[in-house]
């Protein structure tokens, strides 16, 4: 029998009244990857941040190598050879891509070796085959880039245990591939892998065990073998149930937004699609092939150059998303911590802020008990967990936080919805809910426009899918020709 790397030992850990892990134990053995799933709150990041040394446990014992040791921050971690890649990119706009990457190598020497420190970032990201130039600053990155970017500072290190939270959520089906290339040689190596994801399909690819958490408590562990999607789920929400959804097919109806030659130099060009009422346009593509500049020019937050844009068979041009939003649209932003939530506010606040003049009486007084009412139906609705709506938004798990800044647009109850990674960080349960809503809010006639990199969630939520490659558009398929293959063909570059 070989012996684990690292062990937790009857972990606890209590933030306020919300007991986040209760008597957890894991063991990390060489060589393995080992999935850790639960729901949204279920404590996986919490367990991560106590493997890390950024929280101290309450209770229980952490165990290198058959030793008990203590870790007091992350870079004592990582000189155990224990490195994460966090569930929220932490990245330092004001350096650039390569600084980013080796800014956990500590100052080893006075002198910066900065050609070297380039081609080895170069080298990691051609490794991740990811397009991204490594002297380019890292403000305004996307949020897949970001990820890219947290993901080679981990690969940098010598490490002997990788731990990486959802390291997938923002990104598409090739970029995982390369991911999961790369963390299979380092198992081969020896190294342990610890992996967290919500996407079924990933984790049985590449796990070899499968540890469940629920409510802060260990469930089980068990050989990947063993498990399987439906077992996996019932023990992360405790009973049975489906994990996908179907969507109701519909006639569509009037045309609602209407996109011409849209572009914008050097970032996307010459787009073109329609959305009606009622229909769902979904936008695939890898990292970096520009969905989300089409979306922030749509919203105003970025100019296009050339093109039209019509709604409603009015032709507009939209500069302010202040102006976006009395057009009738609403953008709910793939990176939550940006644009999305303002984290030391409530979260009933957060949810009611666009629409904040509905709960406000005739003395212009907001009436919080319409206000906390409408929290409550979203935190119900999309199980939003949490003691209590009055709560800081802060202090939710990130997929708690995903479905806050979701609940926040849905209330504003726009004529075109433009979703960016909707259910990236979302559990299985509320996922399966949030394709719900979105089904009938396009029942109810609403347009909606989603980008995903979750390929499946893609097929089964779009009418139509605009396939898009560095700022190209490859393909626009319908929803009766759209495959796996012809997405990922079209998103590769490989026009039919
Ligand atoms: N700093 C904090 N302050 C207060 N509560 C916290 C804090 N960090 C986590 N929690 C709470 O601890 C619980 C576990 O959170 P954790 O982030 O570990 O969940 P998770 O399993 O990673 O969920 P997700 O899948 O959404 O990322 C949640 O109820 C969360 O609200
Ligand atoms: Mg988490």
Redesign the pocket.
């Known amino acids: 029998m070989t012996e684990p790397i690292l062990e937790m030992r009857g972990i606890s850990k209590r933030?306020?009244t919300?007991q986040?892990l209760a008597d957890v134990s894991l063991a990390l053995y060489p060589g393995e990857i080992h999935a850790l799933l639960?729901e949204?709150?279920?404590?996986?990041?919490?367990l991560i941040k106590v493997m890390t040394g950024i929280h101290r446990p309450d209770q229980g014992e952490v165990w290198l190598n058959g030793r008990s040791i203590t870790i007091n921050n992350p870079l004592e971690a990582q000189r155990h050879g224990i490195a994460a890649i966090h569930?929220e990119p932490m990245i330092f706009p004001d350096l650039n891509v390569a600084e980013n990457i080796f800014i956990g190598h500590g100052n080893r020497g006075s002198i910066v070796r900065w050609r070297q420190m380039y081609r080895e970032a170069a080298d990691i990201l051609a490794r991740l085959d990811v397009k991204l130039d490594v002297r380019s600053s890292a403000r305004g990155l996307t949020l897949a880039a970001q990820q890219v970017v947290e993901i080679a500072k981990a690969l940098s290190l010598d490490v002997r245990v990788l731990i990486m939270d959802e390291p997938t959520a923002s990104l598409s089906a090739h970029e995982v591939d390369q991911l999961f290339k790369l963390a299979k040689t380092l198992k081969a190596n020896g190294v342990s892998i610890l992996f967290i994801s919500h996407r079924m399909e990933e984790v049985f690819s590449i796990a070899d065990r499968v540890t469940v958490l629920r409510d802060?408590r260990f469930v089980s562990t068990h050989p990947a073998s063993e498990v399987t999607p439906e077992s996996a789920i019932r023990d992360m929400v405790g009973r049975h149930m489906d994990d996908f959804f179907a969507k109701t097919d519909k006639e569509p109806g009037d045309l609602l937004l209407s996109v011409r030659g849209l572009s914008k130099d050097n970032v996307f060009h010459d787009i073109n699609f329609d959305v009606r009422a009622g229909e769902v346009v979904g936008f695939a593509g890898l990292v970096g092939s520009r969905r989300t500049d089409v979306a922030l020019a749509l919203f105003g937050i970025e100019t296009a150059d050339a093109g039209s844009v019509t709604l409603n068979g009015q032709p507009v041009t939209i500069r302010t998303p202040q102006q976006a939003v009395k057009l009738g649209l609403a953008y709910v932003t793939e990176d939550r911590r940006q644009l999305g939530l303002t984290m030391p506010m409530s979260i009933t606040t957060n949810i009611t802020l666009p629409t904040l003049h509905q709960y406000a009486n005739r003395f212009g007084l907001v009436q919080q008990r319409a206000e906390r009412q409408t929290a409550e139906t979203f935190q119900q609705r999309l199980s939003i967990?949490?003691p209590d709506v009055d709560r800081p938004a802060g202090?939710?798990?990130?997929?708690?936080q995903q479905k806050v800044v979701l609940s926040k647009w849905l209330n504003t109850q726009p004529r075109l919805l433009i979703l960016d990674e909707p259910t990236r960080?979302i559990?299985v349960g509320a996922k399966a809910e949030v394709h719900q809503i979105i089904d009938e809010l396009a029942q109810q006639g609403m347009g909606i426009i989603m980008i995903s990199s979750d390929l499946p969630e893609v097929l089964a939520m779009s009418d139509r899918i605009v396939v898009m490659r560095e700022g190209r558009q490859m393909a626009t398929l319908n929803r009766s020709e759209a495959t796996q293959e012809r997405v990922m063909a079209a998103a590769m570059g490989q026009t039919k």
């Open positions: 933030f306020g919300t986040a639960g949204n709150g279920a404590g996986k990041s919490t569930q802060g967990r949490t202090t939710l798990s990130g997929g708690n960080g559990d």
